[in-house]
Nanobody, 126 residues
Framework: LLELVEHGGDSVQPGGSLRLSCVVS??????????LGWFRQAPGKEREGVAALDGYRIPTYADSVKGRFTISQDSAKNILYLQMNSLKPEDTGMYYC??????????????????WGQGTQVTISS
């Protein structure tokens, strides 16, 4: 059983930046065997994948965030990050980190991810 706790959500103006972090803990957690990802959900919309690191630590991004967001990991501290730059109002939503117990799990299939954090709110507004 894993526990994921997100931090870093805030309200910022368009064009601003935020860095989200997610601390992963659990007795059987071995990050190198799992996919790590970030998802978001806006009010009235379905949860969508934002970025992920597969078991080989190759990143993938949603088209809407490519070039603006960067996913990274501090494996020694079991922390997953999402650096978000050039933020837009459409980036507003609850951001969740997630873990999938597989080497490759797509961000387009959130129902296949196994563990989720409680979420952290990101609001982009002028």
């Amino acid at each position: 059983l894993l526990e994921l706790v997100e931090h870093g959500g805030d309200s910022v103006q368009p064009g601003g930046s935020l860095r989200l972090s997610c601390v992963v803990s659990g007795d059987d957690y071995t990050s190198s065997h799992y996919c790590l990802g970030w998802f978001r959900q806006a009010p009235g919309k379905e949860r969508e994948g934002v970025a992920a690191l597969d078991g080989y630590r190759i990143p993938t991004y949603a088209d809407s965030v490519k070039g603006r967001f960067t996913i990274s990991q501090d494996s020694a501290k079991n922390i997953l990050y999402l650096q978000m730059n050039s933020l837009k109002p459409e980036d507003t939503g609850m951001y969740y980190c997630a873990v999938a117990r597989a080497m490759m799990t797509a961000i387009q299939t959130p129902w296949l991810w196994d563990y989720w954090g409680q979420g952290t709110q990101v609001t982009i507004s002028s």
